[in-house]
């Protein structure tokens, strides 16, 4: 991004994409386009605050969420946070503190530095980051041992394209190009999505597929590609580990592709047919294929197997050993960060502890806040996130939120839902008012983020805030003075042959320095086309365990359908034009996303047999929570599914978004959000409620 600065007023005038970038190449996102309308709203956060005495924890109407603070000075701020953070400590155990944060800006000092050595020195619970891609990674390392896949770039010369649980042209956007190179040049588009997205809507080929039904149509796929003998035997047999055993596996009878459609809902004859053209791929003079995976395949209860199951396909194929083939799914583990020198864990060893803390998952903040003794969670720290819209089945969170013997401190750059219910509140800055090192999720290129303004009021970054913390909990410990320039250095610190040539300086003058991974004899990057690539214990892709199908409890196969009480299967969806919540509250970005404010698209053949007609007043329920919307006949879900948009809960009619009806349950592996896995029934508003039966256990 090139940001222009008036230099009489150092206020940012415009922002822009960075031409000379090789994959963004001068162009911006929707929602970062209009960034500077986030720098300079007039609800920006200033000053610390701190909640006036009698005012009880909850929201108050949208523009008067100030009534219930005030401000105070930032030494004050530090000393009383610091002063309950100790007492707390103290009193209950350090791990009765639990940080709770994300990503925020997304840079390695903002996401993991100052905070992780403050909270590790205290002893404080740690937290499990698992609320994005912890599925999909988890599986990406299992099956290859690292964050790698196919760059951007490379899908241009791609022959068949398959997207696989992603909304490209609305949330990948700057991998869109590519795809129509590759178009343009005859290649073919299939997107596999519950959701007749963006992308779905401009493709060669969409396929419905039912929700946490992924494993199965994988399985059908390799079924297919072993029973015509289209692998590629000798590349298997180099490369990977358990092919037998997921050969035979693949080639059961309740793999074939007309079992799988009775399930994933997709006809027989098109799973044939693409899997035969994927596995054909590269093959005789045609292109490769290449898959983007992204994380809505991972965020159902099977996500793990699903993104495994995925992830396999082309270790099948050999599909790696061209350009053009292979997966992406995230590439972020392939930027060899120092990240423990910046985290510093050993710091827990010289906590009260003595020990590493507990681990606490932030998908089951809900049963933190709530249940979760061995202490009771009795002070929170929130930054980077908002935890009270984001986090599933957000009316445990709230009740955890709401205790008056909870210290909570919200460090953000806007009133959300969750400084609703915070004791003091702090000002962050945005990115452009910081420097930050960054890697990426989809491209293989470091960067240096540099701060374009100063901060605006009294808006400071995570790094000052932790240190400053730090210097009044830990005095004259070394770990709490380092500046910003330090972290970057140490970041850099590491003789991993990739980050060779990758220096502050180069990247301080450059912007940007591609990762060194490495090349063939004709100069290409080919990552999984030859052994030594694996990072897995074998050194080989792993193909076992094999992908089993397990349908999610809460999905129309599962055990949670059975009572019949929630019957329909439900997407919590991501907007287009917000990241999560961010953006959410802007005047802007709202009018991108209006249609689709408050709204519930339903198929008609459900709506029918509810009475329910467009525009009618609809409750969503489970034995979680309820939500009010508005009905929408829509041909984007299928017959069974129904949608509605994450957004902020204050800006809801009822004050509630789709996370009053998610589960805290987790992912077959790493843990991870189930927000994809959810069984709702859908009523007009003015119909009385039937007993509301639980969902069946876990």
């Given amino acids: ?388 819209a984001v986090a599933p089945d957000s009316e445990r969170v709230l009740q955890g939120l709401r205790r008056e013997d909870l210290f909570t401190v919200v460090h953000e750059q806007f009133f959300t839902d969750t400084t609703d219910y915070a004791d003091v509140v702090l000002p962050a800055t945005t990115f452009l008012e910081h420097k930050e090192l960054m890697g990426a999720y989809g491209h293989l290129y470091a960067q240096i983020s540099e701060r374009a303004i100063e901060p605006l009021g009294e808006a400071r970054n995570n790094v000052w805030l932790f240190s400053e913390l730090g210097k009044r909990l830990f005095p004259g410990e070394q770990e709490f003075e380092d500046s910003d320039e330090e972290l970057i250095a140490q970041a850099l610190d590491t003789k991993h042959a990739w980050f060779a040539g990758v220096t502050k300086e180069r990247l301080e003058h450059e912007g940007h320095v591609a990762l060194q991974l490495p090349a063939n004899e004709r100069g290409e990057v080919l990552p999984f086309s030859t052994r030594e690539w694996f990072q897995t214990p074998s050194g080989r892709g792993e193909l076992t365990p094999v992908p089993g199908f397990v349908a999610p409890v809460e999905s129309r196969s599962g055990a949670g359908a059975v009572s019949g009480k929630f019957p329909l299967e439900m997407l919590a969806r991501k907007a287009d034009n917000y990241m999560n919540t961010t953006f959410a509250n802007l005047p802007g970005h709202q009018q991108m996303e209006r249609r689709l404010a408050g709204v519930l698209e339903m198929h008609e053949t459900d709506a029918a047999a509810r009475g329910i007609l467009p525009g009618d007043e609809v409750v969503v329920w489970n034995e979680r929570g309820e939500i009010a919307l508005t009905a929408q006949l829509s041909e984007k879900v299928g017959a069974g599914v129904v949608s509605a948009r994450l957004d902020w809960q204050k800006l809801a009619a009822d004050g509630k978004n789709v996370n009053a009806l998610t589960s805290q349950r987790l992912t077959d592996i790493g843990g991870g959000a189930t927000f994809y896995s959810t069984l709702v029934e859908v009523k007009k508003n003015q119909q009385s409620f039937p007993e509301m039966n639980s969902v069946a256990a876990d």
Wanted: hydrophobic share 40%; net charge positive.
């Fill in 1 to 388: 991004m090139l940001v222009t600065v008036d230099e009489l007023s150092g206020r940012a005038v415009k922002v822009q994409g960075d031409s000379t970038h090789p994959v963004t190449r001068g162009f911006l996102c929707g929602k970062v386009a209009r960034y500077l309308e986030r720098v300079y709203s007039p609800e920006r956060l200033l000053y610390p605050m701190k909640r006036k005495a009698g005012v009880a924890k909850g929201p108050l109407p949208k523009g008067r969420e100030a009534e219930a603070f005030e401000r105070i000075t930032w030494d004050n701020a530090l000393e009383l946070v610091a002063a309950k953070l100790k007492s707390t400590a103290e009193e209950f155990g350090p791990e009765s503190v639990l940080p709770y944060s994300y990503a925020g800006t997304i840079g390695q000092l903002g996401f993991g530095s100052m905070d992780r050595r403050f909270f590790h020195r205290m002893g404080a619970s740690q937290l499990d980051r698992t609320i994005c891609a912890s599925a999909g990674g988890a599986a990406l390392k299992q099956v290859y041992g690292v964050k790698l896949g196919t760059t951007p770039q490379d899908f241009a010369h791609a022959g068949l394209i398959v997207v696989w649980g992603g909304n490209v042209h609305g949330n990948n956007i700057h991998l869109w190009p590519f795809i129509e190179e590759a178009r343009r040049d005859g290649a073919r588009l299939v997107v596999i999505d519950p959701y007749k997205t963006r992308t779905a809507a401009l493709a060669d080929e969409h396929w419905a597929i039912r929700p946490g039904t992924d494993p199965l149509l994988a399985l059908a796929m390799m079924h297919v590609i072993f029973r015509e003998g289209l692998e590629d035997a000798a590349y298997m047999r180099e490369c990977t580990e358990g092919g037998d055993e997921l050969r035979e596996f693949a080639l059961r009878a309740e793999h074939a592709p007309a079992r799988a459609a009775e399930i994933c809902g997709i006809a027989g004859e098109a799973i044939e047919r693409v899997a035969l053209e994927y596995a054909r791929a590269g093959r005789e003079g045609r292109k490769a294929a290449a898959i983007r995976l992204n994380y809505g395949i991972q965020r159902c209860e099977n996500g793990g197997t699903a993104a495994r199951a995925v992830c396999m396909l082309p270790l099948i194929t050999g599909s790696w050993k061209k350009r053009g083939g292979g997966v992406l799914l995230s590439v972020s583990g392939s930027f060899p960060f120092a990240q423990e020198r910046l985290q510093m864990p050993e710091l827990m060893q010289k906590s009260p502890l003595k020990r590493a803390a507990r681990m606490v998952n932030m998908n089951e903040l809900g049963i933190a806040l709530t249940e979760l003794d061995g202490p009771l969670v009795k002070a929170m720290v929130v930054y980077n996130c908002n935890a009270a």
